[in-house]
């Protein structure tokens, strides 16, 4: 059986790799100067993108550059909508520049893992999306999670998104950061955890259960250490194993 997996990368937050990890991606979500990022790197890497056909998106999150955006900020829902209707205004029209279309929306950090859970939450994120007529995106997001399932109501077609190269707990929220098991960087565990991912539609939690998952883009983070060689390896093996990168 053939299957078809996009890979995503986190870019545009300072690495400076985006020209390496084009060739091996087939989509890319672009930091908005929120928790990283510049106006000029939004520009850099969507020319990058752009020249290796890899799907550009918008990758809005806590205004919260001194945490990465890695932790809930305590702001009001008001100025959260504002903050991202100017992330999101700002690469669409960045893009625009350059004659580029923008393909989806992924949220960052501690955003993205909040509006799994917190209704209240994720309907500013649509409320900024649709003031921004964005609902054309595509939103990427993990399967069966509160942002994923209201998603219609908005007309937003969603993409069910899983990790290629962090661990997991048994109810498939990512192990902490804070942890030392939290990321994997061995490419040939990241690779058998795509594989299980796409095949078995499982994958092995740090508790060694297998637990059901079902996901048709996978991550590799950009800030990863070996983010460069994960996404080579995953580009040079997966085909061999009836998975194309699209």
Do not use: W
Not at 17 to 28: D, F, G
């Amino acid at each position: 059986m053939f299957y078809k997996l996009d890979i995503n990368c986190d870019v545009g937050e300072g690495i400076g790799n985006e020209a390496s990890l084009m060739p091996y991606i087939s989509s890319c979500n672009i930091a908005c100067t929120a928790h990283a990022g510049s106006v000029e790197t939004i520009d850099e890497v969507l020319y990058l993108a752009n020249k290796h056909s890899v799907k550009s998106g918008i990758h809005p999150s806590f205004p919260d550059r001194e945490n990465f955006g890695r932790t809930i900020m305590k702001i009001s829902n008001a100025q959260l909508q504002k903050s991202l209707e100017y992330q999101i205004t700002l690469v669409k029209e960045r893009a625009t520049k350059q004659s580029i279309k923008i393909h989806h929306i992924k949220l960052h950090g501690a955003l993205y893992n909040l509006v799994a859970k917190n209704e209240d939450i994720a309907r500013v994120v649509f409320n900024a999306i649709t003031n921004t007529q964005s609902q054309h995106l595509i939103l990427y997001a993990p399967h069966n999670t509160v942002v994923a399932n209201i998603a219609q109501e908005y007309n937003m077609n969603v993409k069910f998104e899983a990790f290629a190269d962090r661990n997991y707990n048994r109810d498939l929220s990512l192990v902490s950061r804070k942890l030392p098991n939290a990321i994997i960087s061995d490419k040939k565990k990241v690779l058998s955890q795509v594989l299980n991912i796409i095949r078995n539609q499982k994958v092995k939690t740090i508790t060694n259960e297998e637990v059901t998952i079902v996901a048709n883009t996978l991550c590799v983070h950009g800030d990863h250490s070996n983010a460069i060689e994960i996404v080579k390896f995953l580009s040079q093996e997966l085909p061999k194993n009836q998975i194309s990168i699209d």
